[in-house]
């Protein structure tokens, strides 16, 4: 792999006490696991399972080895068009990361009437679109749509995602009930099973419920993910102060513990699934109640915890990586993202998410995606750090070039002058041409690009029967579940 | 012997010992707990309120201080006789999070603000039910039925608890209030509750227009 910049946040020390106390509270406290399903598996595996109070122990030798052959790394799978597969090769070949768009977002932030409604089926067909033309954007997580019925939101967002992107998608079940049909439909667009398997074109997240539960929807999703290989981001959402430990290191520490627990059972139950570590971190603003996405030691949490988990357990993570706790795309919306995206990509994390959200993931906005977008390519020009060669030396340059003459006519010069990060969306003119052009601020700019972007937006074009067996799916989905 | 106002300082600064020990002072020097209550440990409470919600004081010092102040009423309560409690509290609620729906940090934060406001709060979990909502209504009689909910999959559920109500013929007996973070005013509306809230801070000022 190639050296990327890394930012160091903890200490060998501090991450060998802070493993030596996850395997020590799995060991002897365990943690609450509500699936008689898992409960067995896990007791044939050689967990100590108390059925009657449903509590995990994981003995420390099943913990390391299970560590031991847990991926380190593995492949998500996108698509040019319907057929034509690529691979995100997990951690990224050059040391960088990828993006993934906000997941599970309640309400679209409509521009034109700058107001605040519930996210349509239509707009999730032209977010996907837009996540489809825009090159920073690597993985598709679906908003929750309003006006469908609730039970099949998450079938109905994924059918239009697939219809819309061939790029990796990202599944937020909303229901135990619907897992099943959201991987038949991926069964539907992967051709098979077995390619499912062998090339996943989307992958799932399942969370703990913090502090030290494991809910039966949030098992069933670990449980049909790993059985049909469909990679799994394992996370909890801490609140500092409510649901975990009010200090960084303390919240740090409980989502290691959880992570490690959720790990250890995906391995357990199927050998060799792919899985993501999450570190999302939410501190709950004391004085307000509100949930924090983007303060300050939520970044910082963030970037302990990735440290932690690259170090501790070498297991690819993901984290909040944009998103921000403003309601509409302003100067906080530019600063939170700026931050938080930087830090978090600094510290290690291999999936950044949330790109296009506001107000602590409640909120998408498409403005706000075109900023993300462009701000995903500053993370990566910076994360990849400077490069010292021969050539970039340019020692022959400097030696040739007289006092005071300049490089301009270099060779050197000509080769690598488009290498530069040069986003439209900042501003690189003169004053005099800037107001001549109509003086427009970032967020003008951003709207702008996204009309323009707008008038090229298509769907896909998928297979006829393929198309046909998904809309099978849904119907069947609505019979039995609305 | 101890004042009002130190009492006041000790609920306000969250020390339940100094309450315990301030209460049985004023007791001792022969003043009624009927007094105590509604000149010491409320006014106390209420400057808590005051100043919370200028954001003066933070949600755990709030939570202090409403144990220092039922650390008082421990003591008092049982020293009062019939109707005079009831008055002193500004009213029963039951509150929980609608079925498969775990999400407990804002039902719980909502529950501890409405208790430092001076409610009484029964805070039947998550992942509740329409009857088991029903049967607290029935058993514990209160004021306001608090529901909690923040899925698609589940917010629908909270017209399901207010339609059992009707069933039951309580609907009338009973204020429903709603909230979590996708709810709206309109929402709530649309399903017939009573009040809506987007926050701990506005759910017990509405609470109290409720009881008015
Ligand atoms: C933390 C969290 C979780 C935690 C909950 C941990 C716990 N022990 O509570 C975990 C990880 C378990 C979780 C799981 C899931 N979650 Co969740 N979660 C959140 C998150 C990030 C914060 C919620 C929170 O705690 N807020 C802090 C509290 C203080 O705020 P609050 O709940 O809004 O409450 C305040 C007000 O709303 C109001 N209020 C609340 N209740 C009441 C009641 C009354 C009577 C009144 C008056 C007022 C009131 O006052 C409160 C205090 O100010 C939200 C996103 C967000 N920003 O809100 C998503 C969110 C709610 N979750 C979401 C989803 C989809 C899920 C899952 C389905 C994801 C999955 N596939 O795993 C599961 C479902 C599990 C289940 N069956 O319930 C979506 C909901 C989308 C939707 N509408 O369907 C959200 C919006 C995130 C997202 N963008 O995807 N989640």
Redesign the interface.
């Known amino acids: 792999m190639v050296n990327s910049l890394e930012l160091k946040v903890l200490t060998q020390e501090e991450i060998g006490t802070i493993r030596d106390k996850c395997l020590e509270f799995l060991s002897t406290k365990g943690v609450k696991v509500e699936h008689p399903e898992v409960l067995k598996t896990l007791a044939r595996e050689g967990a100590q399972v108390s059925f009657d109070d449903q509590t995990v122990r994981f003995p420390k030798d099943i913990i390391e080895t299970t560590l031991r052959y847990t991926p380190k790394s593995f492949s998500l799978w996108g698509r040019r068009n319907y057929s034509e597969y690529y691979e995100m090769a997990i951690p990224h070949p050059d040391g960088l990361f990828y993006t993934a768009t906000n997941t599970g977002a ?2 679209y932030h409509d521009i034109d009437s700058n107001t605040f409604r519930d996210v349509t089926v239509a707009d999730t067909a032209e977010w996907a679109q837009l996540m489809e033309v825009s090159e920073g954007i690597d993985i598709c997580a679906f908003p ?3 006006d469908v019925p ?2 099949v ?1 998450d079938i109905y967002a994924l059918k239009t995602y697939f219809e819309n992107t061939a790029k990796h998608v990202w599944i937020q079940p ?2 135990a009930e619907s897992m099943g049909y959201l991987i038949e439909l991926s069964i539907a667009v992967a051709g098979s099973k077995e390619n499912l398997k062998k090339r996943p074109i989307v992958s799932a997240c399942s969370n703990s ?1 913090t502090p030290l539960q494991f ?1 039966p929807m949030e098992m069933n999703t670990l449980l049909q993910c790993a059985r049909h290989g469909v990679p799994l981001y394992l996370c909890g959402l801490p ?1 500092t ?3 975990s430990p009010i200090t960084i290191a303390g919240t740090v520490l409980l989502s290691a513990i959880e992570n490690l627990a959720q790990v250890v059972m995906s391995q357990l139950i199927e050998p060799g699934t792919p899985v993501f570590c999450g570190h999302h971190r939410l501190t ?1 603003d ?6 924090l996405l983007t303060s300050v030691e939520a970044i910082l949490g963030e970037m302990a915890s990735a440290h932690f988990i690259e170090e501790a357990f070498q297991i690819p993570t993901f984290a909040w990586g944009y998103g921000t706790d403003s309601h509409i795309p302003d100067e906080q919306s530019m600063i939170d993202g700026t931050l938080i995206g930087q830090l978090v990509a600094l510290a290690g994390t291999d999936v950044l998410e949330g790109a296009g959200g506001l107000d602590a993931c ?1 909120t998408i906005n498409p403005v706000q995606l075109i900023i993300d977008n462009i701000l995903a390519g500053i993370f990566k020009r910076i994360k990849a750090g400077v490069k010292v060669n021969d050539d970039t030396l340019a020692w022959e340059e400097i030696w040739d070039t007289a006092p005071g003459n300049n490089f301009l006519e270099r060779p050197h010069t000509l080769k690598h002058c488009r290498e530069a990060l040069r986003s439209d969306l900042f501003v690189r003119d003169p004053r005099a041409i800037w107001v001549a052009e109509g003086g427009k601020d970032m967020y003008i700019r951003a709207l702008d690009k996204y009309k323009e972007l707008k008038k090229g937006l298509r769907p896909q074009q998928l297979p006829e029967d393929v198309q046909k067996e998904m809309n099978q799916i849904l119907k069947q989905a609505e019979e039995h579940l609305v | 012997m101890a004042s009002y106002e130190e009492l006041q300082e000790s609920v306000i600064t969250g020390q339940k010992d100094k309450v315990e020990g301030i209460a049985n002072s004023l007791l001792d020097g022969g003043i009624k707990p009927r007094e105590i209550i509604p000149k010491g440990l409320l006014p106390g409470m209420s400057v808590v309120g005051q100043r ?1 919600k200028t ?1 003066e004081m ?3 010092e709030v939570i202090a201080s409403a144990a220092a102040m039922n650390r008082g009423l421990e003591i008092l309560k049982p020293l009062i006789v019939g109707n005079e409690l009831s008055d002193m509290s500004a009213g029963k609620v039951v509150i929980g999070t609608v079925q ?1 729906d ?1 999400h ?3 039902k719980s ?1 909502v529950g501890m ?1 409405m208790e430092s406001g001076g409610f009484t709060v029964m805070d039947i979990g998550i992942d509740v039910p329409a009857d088991k909502f029903v049967e607290a209504v029935e058993e514990e009689k209160p004021n306001i039925l608090g529901l909690s909910a923040l ?6 559920l909270m017209k399901d608890v207010i339609e059992a109500l009707k069933r039951s013929n309580l609907r009338d007996k009973v204020h429903v209030m709603v909230g979590g ?2 709810i709206t005013q309109e929402f709530a509306d649309s399903i017939g509750a009573d009040a809506y809230a987007a ?3 506005s759910a017990v000022d509405k609470a109290k227009q409720l009881m008015s």
């Open positions: 309640v309400t929750t749509i309003g609730g039970e939101a909303h229901s419920v809910v609140s102060g409510a649901t709950l004391m004085a307000t109640g509100r949930s409640l | 919370f954001g933070f949600i755990p498969g775990v407990n940090i804002g934060l603000m899925l698609t999959t589940t917010i629908p973070a996708p926050d701990a801070v």
